[in-house]
């Protein structure tokens, strides 16, 4: 199985929950609430643009590899 989420993935989600937690119960559902979420969802955006990324670099350099091997093959020759 492919490692997805890393370490500072992990620490942002949960830090901007509990963060998100802590400014329900001080402010109440208040407008700040509103700007929290907004917060939260951009961060969680991040992440997801950041697994996406991670994936593509991951799907890129593949096929980089088998292009390699392939130009190391048709040297041989």
């Known amino acids: ?6 370490l500072g993935n992990a620490l942002v989600i949960v830090l901007t929950f509990v963060l998100f937690g802590i400014a329900l119960f001080v402010t109440g559902f208040t407008k700040g609430l509103l700007l929290e979420a907004g917060v939260l969802l951009v961060s969680v955006k991040i992440i997801m643009m950041n697994i996406q990324n991670s994936n593509s670099n991951r799907e890129i350099l593949k096929k980089l590899d088998e292009l390699h091997e392939k130009i190391e093959k048709l040297q041989k020759q």
């Open 1 to 6: 199985m492919q490692k997805i989420y890393s």
